[in-house]
């Protein structure tokens, strides 16, 4: 069974400090996909990135980074400089690529930039 | 401009009268899911459908039911609503053929509540 960890539920930091949001992942499939998704207070969904189970390389997109390690079942969000408008609820997913394809969720983090 | 489009944003409903949630796609996806949101549990999958005629159970599908006569539209059913079935609700839809493993796109969410 697929299984997504979140030990992080709640982080605060100051503004410009830079934070790590952790995913620990559990499945058995060879092959699988890899989610974060923001939830700001306005409670919409926002898709950040999508990786594949073959594709290891570290990903940056702005103050964004993300850090895939199959060794340690981790995909590891941080943001550097953090900003008020960075507060939100963060989902770790994961997705098999079974006929029945499922994304089961992580619990979320949720993370107050304070001014 | 491509969404999904749930209604209504806000329910507030009676134990046992039945209720439909709409959702409603505009990128002629064949993925559509339904998610329920509870605090410090995340999302959970309810029911999805990978086309037309074509659904399945999610993690927690008690309670619900669902359709997919169109490719559009996936209405969520609660025949006797309960007050354990007070949650959040998102809608979501992906691209063809891929189902879950794909970015998820996510209607604007419905809160329910059941008293």
């Known amino acids: 069974a697929q299984k997504v960890t979140q030990a992080q539920t709640e982080i605060s930091v100051v503004e410009k400090e830079d934070v790590t949001l952790d995913c620990v992942y559990e499945?058995?499939?060879?092959?699988?996909?890899l989610f974060w998704y923001k939830q700001p207070p306005s409670g919409e969904l926002v898709f950040l990135i999508r990786?594949?189970?073959?594709?290891?390389q570290n990903e940056i997109s702005g103050r964004y980074s993300w850090n895939f390690q199959k060794s340690t079942s981790s995909f590891n969000f941080t943001i550097t400089a953090s900003q008020v408008v960075d507060s939100a609820v963060y989902f770790c997913?994961?997705?098999?690529?079974?006929?029945?394809?499922?994304?089961?969720f992580g619990k979320g983090i949720t993370l107050s930039v304070r001014p | 401009e491509a969404q999904v489009t749930q209604n209504p944003r806000y329910l507030i409903t009676v134990t046992g009268k039945k209720l439909t949630v709409t959702c409603s796609q505009n990128?002629?996806?064949?993925?559509m899911s339904w998610y329920r949101q509870d605090p410090g549990l995340g999302l959970r999958q309810i029911y999805y459908?990978?086309?037309?005629?074509?659904?399945d159970k999610g993690d927690v599908p008690e309670g619900y039911k669902v359709s997919r006569k169109e490719k559009r539209n996936f209405p969520l059913i609660l025949e006797s609503p309960s007050p354990n079935q007070t949650s959040l609700y998102f809608c979501?839809?992906?691209?063809?053929?891929?189902?879950?493993?794909?970015?998820?796109?996510f209607g604007s969410g419905t809160q329910l509540s059941v008293l």
């Open positions: 990786r594949n189970s073959f594709d290891e």
């Open positions: 997913a994961l997705s098999d690529t079974g006929a029945n394809s499922k994304l089961t």
């Open positions: 990128m002629n996806h064949e993925y």
């Open positions: 979501a839809s992906s691209s063809p053929r891929q189902g879950a493993n794909e970015k998820l796109f």
């Open positions: 459908s990978m086309n037309v005629e074509v659904t």
């Open positions: 499945t058995r499939d060879t092959t699988y996909y």
